[in-house]
C-alpha cells in the first residue's frame, strides 16, 4: 500500500509529499499538508528562463507554471508545462529580481498515468555567488558553478498507480529555505517505458518568509 504522505527530514530541507489518486483529484489541487497552489505567491512575478531542452509542441509556455490557473481536468497538456516526449527531460531558472527570503517551495502536478510523479533537483542563488554561471547546461553540475543544491524530489511510486495529482512542499525545519533570488529547477523523466515519462507540472507556488514588524 503507498502512503499518501512522505516526510523526509534532511539536514537542510524537508519534504513533505501528497498523492491523490485518479478517483479523488479534482482541479481544486486541495491535499491533507501540501497547501492548494495560490495566484499572488512569490512566484507569480518571476521571470522564468529555459536553460536546456525543450518543451513539447503540446505544452504550455514556462509562464503556465506562475500563472495561478490551474488545468480544468487530468489530461490537459495545453495548462501544464511539461518537456518533450523522449526527451530525457530538461532546467529551467526562475529569476524572482532580487533576493527573497523563502518559506517553502511549492509544485504541483496531475496526469492520469506516467506523467503524473514529480522527479526534479532543485537549486538555489543568491545572485552575489563568484562565477556563478546562471545558464549550467545538462552535464554540468549546477554545485560547481555557484548554485546551491537544495533539495532532490521524486514522488515515484514504489508500486500502484502512478496517475493523479502530486503537490510537494519544500521547506526547512527553521522556517526559512534562505535567501535566493534565482531557482534552478532541473526535471528528469519519471520512466523509460515509452516516450510518455516526462511530467505534466501544473504549477509552481514560492512562498516568501513573512516579514517580523
Known sequence: MRLNLLFLICTTFILVVNHNPNGAATREF???????PIANDAAATAKLTLIDG???PNSADLSALIDGRLPSNEDDPGANVFFNSGSSGGRFRMDFGNAIDIAQINSY???PNSRGPQLYKLYAAEGTEPQ????PKRGIDPATRGWKFVATVSTLPQQ???GGQYGVSVRDASGTLGKYRYLLFDCYMTELYDNEGNTFYSEIDVIERPHKP
Open 30 to 36: 486541495k491535499f491533507k499538508d501540501v497547501p492548494s
Open 160 to 162: 500502484g498507480e502512478d
Open 109 to 111: 502536478s496531475w496526469h
Open 132 to 135: 556563478l554561471d546562471l545558464n
Open 54 to 56: 525543450d518543451l513539447d
